[in-house]
């Protein structure tokens, strides 16, 4: 690694939306490459960098011997069950699937209090993320989308709040209508989700019919939000 490092476009979306000054906690942080990043630069009053394993918690004290970060704590713990509501105001969970962070904050209620910021980004099922936030009082502030090693990963800035979504924004976003990669991520959606319903339907069990169907729901909803995203913005 070379002595000053950039950090990957998927994380460095995530350091630009962190607030200047923030005491922040970076769950599964592996080898801490943004709180380290964000505090050489002076963006955070402190960091926590936790991992569930110690393998990737050496690498992040590793990660910050070798650039010198002062004001980070490293803790071995399971989500946020070793990090009290008081010790962070911004909790970035980052690089794992939809339904583990979902698990993370259902095991923390307290991050919906309002008085957090959770910036978030599934690697995976970010639709089982979506519903989680929508039926357990949270609100997506503002999503983004980012390429990444040719992988597109979306975004969230969640807080405490009301939120109400459509099956169409549970799947392709729910404030991605001006992105610029709004199109392409629901087209990717669309595809995945036909070669899912064209095997469904070579099944003979009932219950995967019933499952096809769902899903033809969903492609449904995801091709009328494309038709909107194209409204929106092609002239």
Partial sequence: MPKRFELPPRLALIASWVPPGTKLADVGTDHAYLPVWLSLRGRVSCAIASDLRKGPLERA????????????????????????????????????????????????????????????????????????????????????????????????????????????????????????????YILEKIIRLQGAVAGLNRSGVPADREKAEGLRDVLTALLAMREEWRHANCP
């Avoid at 909790?91 to 309002?114: K, Q, R, Y």
């Fill in 61 to 184: 004290r590793e990660t910050g011997r070798t650039y010198g970060a002062q004001n980070i704590d490293y803790r071995l713990g399971d989500g946020l069950a070793f990090i009290s509501p008081e010790e962070a105001d911004t909790i970035v969970i980052a690089g794992m699937g939809g339904e583990n962070i979902a698990a993370i904050l259902s095991a923390a209620p307290w991050t919906a209090d309002g008085c957090h910021t959770l910036l978030l980004q599934p690697q995976t099922r970010a639709e089982e993320l979506r519903r989680f936030l929508a039926d357990h009082g949270y609100a997506i502030q503002r999503e983004a989308l980012v390429m990444d090693r040719s992988i597109l990963y979306p975004v969230m800035e969640v807080q405490g709040g009301a939120m109400a979504l459509s099956l169409g924004q549970l799947w392709g976003g729910a404030k991605l209508l001006h992105d610029p990669l709004g199109e392409k």
